[in-house]
């Protein structure tokens, strides 16, 4: 079990947060679960395993993937990815045959 101060530290190498009050605010809306004393000086307790749980959830947060998400939200967000991605493949391929015109490939 980490202390508040030990889960920053784990955090802070990850670029999540330097802040110990952000951390208590995620313990107390439930996102980072974690366990309270009952005694308040010894504070929060959270697990490890908790602790890289809630910092893959993270990555995934604002995308189908995230945690949580309804069905009509996860597919309004995958379509959205489907139409950045078919953008990429536009530019891609575009930038494919400007090379390969610039190196005299002719086309198929």
């Known amino acids: 079990m980490l202390t508040v101060k030990e889960a920053l530290c784990v955090l802070d190498d990850h670029y999540i947060t330097s802040s110990e ?31 890289y749980r809630f910092m893959e ?31 990429q493949i536009q530019k891609l391929e575009k930038i494919n045959e400007d090379l390969n015109t610039k190196l005299g490939i002719p086309p198929f």
């Open 21 to 51: 009050q952000m951390i208590r605010r995620w313990l107390r809306q439930g996102k980072l679960k974690g366990i309270r004393s009952q005694n308040r000086k010894d504070g929060w307790r959270i697990c490890e395993k908790e602790l």
């Open 57 to 87: 959830s993270l990555q995934w947060e604002g995308t189908a993937y995230e945690e949580g998400i309804d069905d009509a939200t996860k597919i309004k967000r995958l379509l959205e990815e489907i139409k950045e991605l078919k953008l």
